[in-house]
């Protein structure tokens, strides 16, 4: 994947946290702190954070919005790593190309994934995005064509 592309993931995300379109995952304790769900914190030691405490509370959440942050979210769901909802929307494809649309065959529900590990995730991932991307515009072309149906009969 391109250099380019990834930075407008991690732009997407960024902008969607910064104008707070989207939400960190975490929880907040008894005194009111937010701390990250583990997903959310994705290997991010945040060594340079202040720790969350009642005059401080949301120490975390902002960092969970920085744009270091939203890059390494994007680089570990590249790599195949769970990561928060969020961040997989921003991979999400909305166009796909109708070669592509067409080429891709249907998944059979006893289908398995032959060959599946850690290192090639980050690329299932993808093709899932894709494959998912896909049928979605597969399902709303069916619908736009069922309704020119349904007013050519009326």
Same mark, same amino acid.
């Given at each position: 994947?391109? !250099?380019?592309?990834?930075?407008?993931?991690?732009?997407?995300?960024?902008?969607?946290?910064? *104008? %707070?379109?989207?939400?960190?995952?975490?929880?907040?304790?008894?005194?009111? +702190?937010?701390?990250?769900? $583990?997903?959310?914190?994705? /290997?991010? %030691?945040? !060594?340079?954070?202040?720790?969350?405490?009642?005059?401080?509370?949301?120490?975390?959440? #902002?960092? +969970? =919005?920085?744009?270091?942050? +939203?890059?390494? *979210?994007?680089? &570990?769901?590249?790599? /195949?790593?769970?990561? $928060?909802?969020?961040? *997989?929307? +921003?991979?999400?494809?909305? &166009?796909?190309?109708?070669?592509l649309v067409q080429a891709m $065959?249907?998944?059979?529900?006893?289908?398995?994934?032959?060959?599946?590990?850690?290192?090639?995730?980050?690329?299932?991932? %993808?093709?899932? #995005? *894709?494959?998912?991307?896909? =049928?979605?515009? =597969?399902?709303?072309?069916?619908?736009?064509?069922?309704?020119?149906?349904?007013?050519?009969?009326?």
């Amino acid at each position: 994947m391109s !250099e380019n592309r990834i930075k407008s993931f991690v732009a997407k995300l960024y902008q969607s946290r910064r *104008l %707070k379109l989207s939400q960190p995952e975490g929880y907040f304790d008894i005194h009111g +702190c937010w701390y990250p769900h $583990p997903h959310e914190r994705a /290997g991010d %030691k945040m !060594e340079n954070v202040k720790k969350p405490t009642p005059k401080n509370r949301y120490s975390y959440r #902002i960092h +969970c =919005r920085s744009k270091a942050h +939203c890059r390494l *979210l994007i680089s &570990r769901a590249l790599a /195949g790593y769970q990561v $928060p909802g969020d961040v *997989l929307e +921003c991979l999400s494809v909305k &166009r796909v190309p109708a070669e592509l649309v067409q080429a891709m $065959p249907e998944p059979k529900p006893t289908d398995t994934i032959p060959g599946l590990t850690k290192g090639n995730m980050g690329e299932l991932v %993808k093709e899932f #995005i *894709l494959w998912m991307a896909a =049928r979605d515009q =597969r399902s709303s072309s069916e619908d736009h064509r069922s309704t020119d149906r349904t007013h050519a009969n009326a």
